[in-house]
């Protein structure tokens, strides 16, 4: 199975300061990766997809990149909504699988 | 709009089995593939299992083959996930969603807590 691996595992920004997520694949997983935003006591929400399309109604603040084995997932100007978990995933290959999660906090 | 509505879950002893429901609406429900993906309290995202559009191809995670069965009913709109044999291990708050590739709607999930 593909693993994802996902750093760091906390990162504690300020709001209006810039974030950057990592995502790792233990394999190629070409473009079909995805990124996904879970607040506290929601489901998770999809953020970017093809490893750097936005979801329908993601602020442009979010943007995913990279392909292959490499992605992040950069947030330029944090607004206070913005704090919660992320998750990675990939949809490359059976079983699809998740990152362990990133948790942004202030 | 997209909805996703869980319903099934609840409290049950080892051993026991549980069918869980998703309804949807706001979509061609006939025309995408469907997941349920569970999450363990206080814990990340776990794949479970996926179901064509039309019902035709399952895929299933390795460990939890022969216990889980995903199937749908395409005229009611409606997503399934049978459970048996059930294990605390398989406590979580458990999710449908939809997507033939990135997984693009969720339900608020189904809380599944199995114990004696």
């Known amino acids: 199975e593909i693993v994802m691996t996902q750093s760091p595992a906390t990162l504690s920004v300020s709001p209006g300061e810039r974030a950057t997520l990592s995502c790792r694949a233990s394999?190629?997983?070409?473009?079909?990766f995805a990124w996904y935003q879970q607040k506290t006591g929601q489901a998770p929400r999809l953020l970017i997809y093809?490893?750097?399309s936005r979801a329908s109604g993601i602020p442009d603040r979010f943007s995913g990149g990279g392909s292959g084995t490499e992605f992040t997932l950069t947030i330029s100007s944090l607004q206070s909504e913005d704090f919660a978990v992320y998750f990675c995933?990939?949809?490359?290959?059976?079983?699809?699988?998740f990152g362990q999660g990133t948790t942004l906090d202030i | 709009q997209v909805q996703l509505v869980e319903s099934g879950g609840g409290v049950v002893q080892p051993g026991s089995s549980l069918r869980l429901s998703c309804e949807a609406s706001g979509f061609s429900f006939r025309s995408f593939a469907m997941h349920w993906v569970r999450q363990a309290p206080g814990k990340g995202l776990e794949w479970v299992t996926t179901?064509?559009?039309?019902?035709?191809?399952?895929y299933i995670s390795d460990s939890l083959k022969g216990r889980f069965t995903i199937s749908r009913d395409n005229p009611k709109k409606t997503l399934y996930l049978q459970m048996d044999r059930l294990g605390a291990e398989d406590t979580a708050l458990y999710y449908c969603?939809?997507?033939?590739?990135?997984?693009?709607?969720w339900g608020q999930g189904t809380l599944v807590i199995v114990s004696s």
């Open positions: 179901i064509s559009y039309d019902g035709t191809y399952t």
């Open positions: 969603a939809r997507g033939s590739k990135e997984l693009d709607y």
């Open positions: 394999q190629s997983v070409s473009s079909n």
């Open positions: 995933q990939q949809y490359h290959d059976w079983p699809y699988t």
């Open positions: 093809g490893g750097s």
